[in-house]
């Protein structure tokens, strides 16, 4: 029997610093909702945007496998493994947070806002060497269609994370229909709506809303508007215990 969780846009958490404004799928930092701790491994669904100049300081992860997804302007990274770079809309960053890393985020644009997606997933091993890896995507290989972006395996398409999980991304033209296999047995998916409107499973998505679907075998995606795009997690259900 399929189950789903529907998680409309407005009822996410939301905090605005002046600086960075974000909005919490999951419970983070001063938002905290019992019912919504994470989906499966998927810990963390952060939608910021951060002001021209500003960012965030140097501080410390562990243990999570952590995803940055710009979708509009750039942002810099500084690590302690001596890495820095920019990512901006069309690249995907990950880093393996493993026994520890400090790292820096940081619009240095003076005139335009960043905005993009943070996402942390419990890792399938703990204490790995902390790992750093950013590509560039050819969006056109979305149009239409499902790009995978992200996957357990290193010489797959995408990034790879420590834990079976897929990550694909797709913009659609209105009416268009596709579908998504789940992987592995025990998976569910997590879909977010970065723009646009869609039909999952018979059930409609509007701008930033976000659907977990588990216990199926399949996704029947339809786009409901021009440009819509979105978003797939596919992501254990099962927390696994060290």
Known sequence: MENTVLHKAATRGHANHGWLDSYHTFSFANYHNPERMHFGVLRVLND??????????????DNMEIISIPLEGDL??????GN???????DIQVMSAGTGISH???NRNKDKLTKFLQIWVFPNKRNVAPRYDQIT??????????QQILSPNADDEGVWIHQDAWFHMGKFDNGVSTDYTIK???NGV???????????NGISLNRRDGLGVWDTKKLDITAASENAEILLMEVPMALRQF
Do not use: C, W
């Open 184 to 186: 592995k047995e025990g």
């Open 137 to 146: 995507l050819n969006e056109a290989d979305r149009h239409n269609k499902l």
């Open 76 to 81: 810099e990274h500084q690590d302690s493994m």
């Open 84 to 90: 820095t770079a920019v990512i901006k809309k069309g």
């Open 48 to 61: 910021d945007r951060v002001e021209a100049g500003m960012g965030f300081g140097t501080h410390p992860h």
């Open 104 to 106: 820096s985020e940081y």
């Open 190 to 200: 997590y879909a977010f709506v970065l723009e646009g409107d869609f039909t999952i």
